[in-house]
């Protein structure tokens, strides 16, 4: 294989291009879903082929092929399309430079998944499921899984040439009670099918999901004759699952900037950020709130070695105390504003071409306990896991509800809980007013295995973490209390 892929290098080189890569992904993904102690679905799946990219005279083309024996068509195919895009060019592409590196990078795994066999997965979800039903009086139960090994060349013109594996696992569960009139639903670890990480079968066993499902199927029982939450202003705590969501939605998002470049305005909308905004001393919130993108934590669900312009993971500082100091960049974006790219340049798959997709956007730790936060409220709630979103073009107004709100009073959790909290605000305004980041012991990273971007869309696997958080002063419901 890798004599025919110097050949594909040589032709883009002969053509006469600035720069050419090969990327040849194989992908084996296993899903399993239960539902009602039942096996509701099981999916195997393999997708093999080649990516090929071609800048001529800053002009881009793009081929790609399942048959890896006739890459030759492949590459004249991409050539071809990067020739005919000079007629409509606007501007030059134009990479940042890299180092051209050999290497191979192998996600660390205790277990693999693909080794246990699916009548053990089947089992942990049933007996999540019947924890479930022993704990409350459900509607409905469900449980899935998620593996994927994804093996990876990359090769380009400048004599990179990387080699990777990397592994996938994650799983959850949810508890749904159903009334005449309204339905209620708890989820464990998180919504939207759980948590997930780069990481082996341990990662499913540290979820510990058969111990907390009878957790959340009392919580779910609850909500169902539980009061709606109140509307007002009031002082916040959002768990670090909701956080994952709320760092997804109003910094990941708003700082890549191919975004902010507007590649995305015709799609999903593009930032409130201006290329130039990172250096304005723009304060985009208090001085608790530091987030990084950051690759090369382990186990988060947007690690990896390389990203797909060849670039080394690495960690980089979006926000430090308050203020955004870097954006999230590829090769052709970064050399924009004179920088480096930061390594976050992915495709889904060997079909698409790589855009700038989020790594792990992490809010770092602070130093307070939890009971520190609860404390420092006399009126407020603490929300927990997301159940719907709704953010605008430009990442700045947003709308989040969570499964439930726990009451505080006084510096204390009363106990009470409401159903259908919903929470508002404006990105800077918002993170303005955080005032206390849980430390290291609550810290928790989550993966999100489904952001979409792009046209053909694309599905990016990224993480977040985030301890527990405190925000003061915040739009609670739909509208203010009289």
């Known amino acids: 294989m890798r004599k025919k892929i110097e050949m594909v290098l040589e032709r883009i080189r002969a053509c006469g291009a600035e720069y050419g890569d090969i990327r040849i992904i194989d992908t084996i993904k296993e899903s399993i879903t239960t539902e009602d102690q039942m096996v509701a679905d099981i999916i195997d799946s393999r997708s093999k082929g080649v990516g090929i990219r071609v800048i001529l005279d800053g002009s881009l083309g793009f081929a790609a092929t399942q048959d890896l024996s006739n890459l030759a068509e492949t590459v004249e195919r991409a050539i071809q ?37 699916k009548e053990d997965k089947i089992n942990l979800l049933l007996r999540a499921e019947k924890a479930m039903r022993e704990a409350a009086k459900l509607s409905r139960t469900t449980g899935s899984m998620v593996f994927q090994r994804q093996d990876k060349i990359y090769a380009d013109t400048e004599g990179s040439y990387i080699v990777q594996r990397l592994y996938e696992s994650g799983a959850g569960i949810e508890a749904v009670v159903n009334s005449e009139t309204d339905s209620q639903i708890r989820s464990y670890p998180n919504s939207s099918g759980g948590n997930h990480a780069t990481a082996g079968y341990e990662f499913v066993e540290s979820l510990k999901l058969v111990e907390n499902a009878p957790r959340i199927a009392i919580e779910a029982e609850r909500l169902i004759n539980a009061e709606q939450c109140p509307s007002g202003h009031y002082d916040l705590i959002i768990d670090s699952s909701q956080m994952a969501l709320q760092i997804h939605e109003s910094i990941g998002h708003a700082t890549e900037l191919d975004r902010i470049f507007g590649s ?50 690495q960690k980089t500082v979006l926000i430090d105390k308050g203020m955004l100091k870097n954006y999230q960049t590829s090769r052709d974006t970064a050399s924009k504003i004179g920088q480096l790219s930061n390594g976050t340049n992915r495709a889904d798959g060997w079909s698409n ?96 295995p489904n952001c979409g971007k792009g046209q053909p869309g694309q599905v990016a696997h990224v993480g977040h973490g985030s301890a527990p958080t405190r925000f003061r002063n915040v739009k609670v419901g739909v509208e203010d209390v009289k």
């Not at 020739?83 to 191979?104: C, F, N, P, S, T």
């Not at 001085?287 to 690759?295: G, I, K, L, S, W």
């Not at 409401?418 to 993170?431: E, L």
Request: charged share 25%; aromatic share 12%; with cysteine.
């Open 81 to 117: 399309i990067a020739q005919a895009g000079r007629m409509l060019q606007k501007e030059k592409i134009v990479l940042a430079a890299k180092e051209a590196v050999q290497d191979e990078y192998n996600t660390p795994i205790e277990i693999d998944p693909f080794t246990v066999s």
């Open 264 to 313: 995305e305005a015709a799609y999903a909308g593009m930032s409130f950020l201006l290329p130039g905004t990172i250096n304005d001393n723009f304060k985009y919130g208090s001085e608790f709130v530091t987030v990084v993108a950051d690759a090369t934590i382990p186990k988060g669900l947007g690690s990896f070695g390389y990203d797909d312009d060849g670039v080394k993971a």
């Open 353 to 448: 071409i790589p855009i700038v997709r989020m790594t792990n956007i992490n809010l770092l730790p602070g130093s307070f306990e939890l009971d520190e936060l609860i404390k420092g409220i006399d009126d407020g709630f603490y929300l927990c896991t997301n159940k719907s979103w709704s953010i605008d073009d430009k990442r700045l107004n947003f709308q989040f509800s969570c499964e439930i709100a726990h009451e505080i009073k006084n510096g204390k959790l009363t106990g009470k809980i409401y159903k259908n909290p919903i929470y508002t605000g404006i990105t800077p305004k918002f993170w303005g007013s955080c005032d206390g980041v849980g430390n290291e012991k609550h810290w928790i990273l989550y993966g999100v």
